[in-house]
């Protein structure tokens, strides 16, 4: 079965400081989408930035950008200028096959005033 | 614009009951997933729908059924529900290859 690893079950950040929560997965596609969702209290699921295996450049969506390490399997999120709305569950996310979702067991993110 | 629409938004039953969930996909979203998130867990794959056909089917018990009607809406049949069924149940959609989105969830709750 194919796992999704974040192994950083808590993580804390000032605000206007940057962040970064690791993800790595296990695969034995070359072709395959990742993915960050965030989830604040009110329990929605939202994406934050998608990266596509096959492109090598890293994914960036405004204050949000990844680390994508094809060959060691990573797959991090940098979160710039952190702001108090940040704070939410993170998780990471690879598509398992028929366009499934397969999570990480998430990384709660607390900003500090 | 339209989203993934859920109800109810909250559901309360007692152990042994039967629940129904819906789903409304984004429109001409072809493909629709339904996701189960315990408390203080990850969601985990139930079952998938594509052009009103399973797609595919992961952890989901027997006591569960689902199916994608002819608008594209799903529902999720849950029966004999126990107290461990009480979790946030997501419906997502998609069109072929891009991008889910995911509605609010139905937080059930079996007393």
């Known amino acids: 079965a194919q796992t999704v690893t974040q192994s950083q079950p808590e993580m804390s950040v000032q605000e206007a400081e940057t962040v970064t929560l690791s993800c790595t997965y296990d695969?034995?596609?070359?072709?395959?989408?990742l993915f960050w969702y965030k989830q604040p209290p009110s329990r929605q699921m939202i994406l934050v930035i998608r990266?596509?295996?096959?492109?090598?450049q890293n994914a960036t969506e405004n204050r949000f950008s990844v680390n994508f390490q094809k060959a060691a399997k990573s797959f991090s999120l940098k979160i710039s200028d952190s702001q108090l709305g940040d704070a939410a569950m993170y998780f990471c996310?690879?598509?398992?096959?028929?366009?499934?979702?397969?999570f990480g067991k998430g990384t709660k993110l607390t900003v500090n005033p | 614009a339209a989203g993934v629409i859920q109800s109810p938004r909250h559901l309360i039953k007692e152990k042994r009951e039967t629940a129904t969930l819906k789903c409304y996909p984004i429109?001409?979203?072809?493909?629709v997933y339904w996701y189960q998130q315990g408390p203080g867990q990850d969601p985990q794959f139930l079952i998938s729908?594509?052009?009103?056909?399973?797609?595919d089917k992961g952890s989901i018990p027997d006591r569960f059924s689902a199916q994608q009607f002819s608008d594209y809406h799903s529902e999720l049949n849950m029966s004999s529900l126990e107290l461990g069924d009480s979790a946030l149940y997501f419906c997502?959609?998609?069109?072929?290859?891009?991008?889910?989105?995911f509605g609010s969830g139905t937080q059930l709750s079996v007393l």
């Open positions: 997502a959609s998609s069109s072929r290859g891009e991008k889910l989105f």
């Open positions: 695969t034995s596609e070359s072709d395959y989408y």
């Open positions: 990266q596509e295996a096959y492109k090598q």
């Open positions: 996310a690879k598509e398992g096959g028929s366009e499934k979702l397969v």
């Open positions: 429109p001409r979203h072809d493909t």
């Open positions: 729908f594509y052009e009103k056909m399973q797609s």
